[in-house]
């Protein structure tokens, strides 16, 4: 039986889809990496960082105090057993792995959801302990609903024990804005130090808008 042969013109045409498939896959592969975010990226779902809360002199504090920066917006409070330090030091730990030239780009702002009992003065020795560039915030419930509300989360209080003490619900996600305000990233739990620190690290380097 003789071989099928294909005509000339039939080999080159195969031949150049060959190429052009294979250099869309390459350049599809290239434009995911990207996007290759261990945190969910947000961009465009959710409007840019912008609030006036209470900092820990008791001044007022914008979003403009820290603009340029990357800011890891978390809301919390300082009475909260387990999940807002272990978050905390996980932000701190990660921030530490990043090249020392790009450490200092990040701010953490902790947002404390419960202001009858974080005073500026309790956040200021809260936050101290995580090291320097953790920023504490609080402000009136009503202040903190918008803000929380914002960006599609909430929080709730426990009903007080005998003591007067509760528990506060709040959101254990990490807000990431970039230097300009814009979200870019949500950090939820499960993710490791190494992770959050190729994503903060990746934003960092990222070239400033022309």
């Not at 290759?36 to 465009?44: A, C, F, Q």
């Not at 387990?82 to 701010?107: F, H, N, W, Y």
Request: net charge negative; charged share 20%.
């Amino acid at each position: 039986m003789m071989p099928l042969r294909l005509p000339l013109a039939r080999l080159r045409l195969a031949a150049l889809w060959s190429l052009v498939l294979s250099l869309s896959l390459t350049l599809t592969g290239c434009l995911s990496d990207k996007e290759n975010w261990h945190g969910k990226d947000i961009s465009g779902l959710m409007p840019e960082l912008e609030f006036t809360l209470t900092g820990t002199s008791g001044n007022p504090v914008t979003e403009t105090d820290s603009a340029g920066q990357i800011r890891l917006v978390y809301f919390g409070f300082t009475s909260c057993p387990d999940v807002c330090p272990a978050t905390l030091s996980g932000l701190r730990a990660a921030i530490k792995q990043m090249p020392d030239d790009l450490q200092g780009e990040v701010t953490t702002l902790f947002v404390s959801v419960d202001p009858n009992r974080d005073t500026p003065e309790r956040i200021a020795s809260y936050v101290n302990f995580f090291g320097q560039g953790v920023v504490g915030l609080t402000g009136e419930e009503g202040a903190l609903r918008a803000f929380t509300k914002r960006y599609r989360t909430t929080f709730g209080y426990d009903q007080p024990d005998a003591e007067g003490n509760y528990q506060v619900s709040h959101s254990a996600a990490v807000y990431v804005f970039d230097g300009d305000g814009d979200a870019r990233l949500l950090l939820r739990p499960g993710l490791t130090t190494e992770q959050i620190t190729e994503d903060l690290t990746a934003l960092a380097a990222e070239p400033a808008p022309s």
